[in-house]
């Protein structure tokens, strides 16, 4: 913790020197009501101004001169970052080697990964819910880094706070679509009440990433749906029947 923020780190990005990140949940912001309290998220129904204010703090606590987002649409697209934005372009991941940058991915359910190569100074964030899993998103924000000059056997990723399989019930027709496009998946589910299942989908982000021949991968195995106090959830929202929901933000920056 620094700044009062309170957020969960990786040991092996931990390790890398040059390389600052972490993983925020909704403790340590301004922000009141749903949003309680450090809700990062700028598609929240949040004040403007708390978002802002929330996002500030990250970035002091991290010690970042900018911290970016893009406007999440569950793709595989991924954008390199050389300067920051004032317009969040569609996409799920980012990739950069410029210091001083923090790419932040925005969740309340879905997978964050951090990406670095810190022999090369190169970083990258991505967006993984399932669909954008599906899609390949791990894959091109490795593929992006190696263009940017790392090496991919190097990269060194970290599966953020994510919903839990135990919190995760899917219907007969999601397992359906895995089995027919993703070889393996009939280990990433278990079964449930009736016809459902308990979908893995840390475990899914695993696979793909394995399959990507990148070096070591952590994840720091926290389920967000389940731990109400430490992050938002949408699915736990869901079953609440509450207008919106709060964002984690999950960063990573090159620090020189």
Not at 53 to 78: E, P
Not at 129 to 158: C, H, S, Y
Request: with cysteine.
């Amino acid at each position: 913790m620094k700044g009062g923020i309170p957020f969960e780190s990786s040991p092996v990005l931990s390790k890398l020197s040059g390389v600052a990140h972490g993983f925020f949940g909704r403790r340590g912001g301004v922000s009141t009501g749903l949003y309680d309290s450090l809700n990062v998220g700028e598609g929240s129904g949040d004040r403007p101004s708390n978002i802002a204010r929330n996002r500030t703090l990250l970035a002091a606590t991290l010690g970042a001169d900018h911290l970016l987002s893009c406007y999440q649409v569950h793709s595989a697209s991924v954008v390199p970052v050389q300067t920051p934005w004032t317009v969040r372009p569609q996409a799920d991941a980012m990739v950069t080697d410029v210091p001083g940058i923090g790419l932040c991915i925005l969740t309340a359910d879905c997978t964050p990964v951090l990406f670095a190569d810190g022999g090369a100074g190169i970083i990258g964030a991505a967006h993984a819910g399932w669909k954008g899993a599906l899609a390949g998103v791990l894959e091109k924000t490795v593929e992006a880094m190696v263009r940017l000059g790392a090496e991919r056997t190097r990269i060194q990723a970290a599966i953020g706070p994510t919903i839990g399989q135990a919190s995760y019930e899917v219907g007969p027709e999601f397992r359906d679509t895995f089995m027919a496009q993703s070889a393996g998946s009939e280990l990433l589910f278990l079964p449930g009440k009736g016809d459902r299942f308990q979908f893995d989908l840390p475990g899914f982000a695993r696979q793909r990433l394995d399959a990507s021949g990148i070096g070591q991968i952590t994840d720091i195995g926290h389920d967000t749906c389940a731990m109400e106090d430490t992050y938002f959830s949408n699915r736990r929202r869901n079953h609440r029947g509450e207008p919106d929901y709060g964002r984690n933000g999950s960063v990573i920056m090159l620090t020189g």
